[in-house]
């Protein structure tokens, strides 16, 4: 049994601060997908995870799944863009300053 992982660009229409780059940011929304496969044939598909990673630093978030999932559904409407957006602040705030406390 092999497992794999396969990454589908989705849109990067997400626009928000990135504390990295420190200025406004497209991040790229990827699904990523594990696949269990027997003999090169895939027999199971795994929920998918969702991503956003920013275009010039490539930081990467993961989003819960159930708004990932409202995302895609939704086409990015603007309540789940901004909740999106607000996790992602927090998260980055969260590894800037374990980042710097390490050092
Ligand atoms: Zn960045």
Not at 22 to 40: D, P
């Amino acid at each position: 049994m092999g497992m794999d992982k396969k990454y589908e660009f989705i849109d990067d229409t997400i626009q928000c601060h990135c504390q990295w780059c420190g200025a406004e940011k497209h991040w790229h929304f990827y699904q990523e997908t594990e696949l269990a496969s027997l003999f090169f044939i895939t027999v199971w598909r795994f929920t998918p995870d969702y991503f956003l990673v920013c275009e010039t630093c490539q930081y990467p978030f993961k989003l819960p799944r159930s708004l990932g999932k409202q995302l895609m559904a939704n086409q990015y409407d603007q309540h789940s863009a901004d909740l999106a957006a607000s996790l992602l602040v927090a998260d980055q705030t969260l590894n800037v300053k374990r980042s710097s406390t390490n050092e």
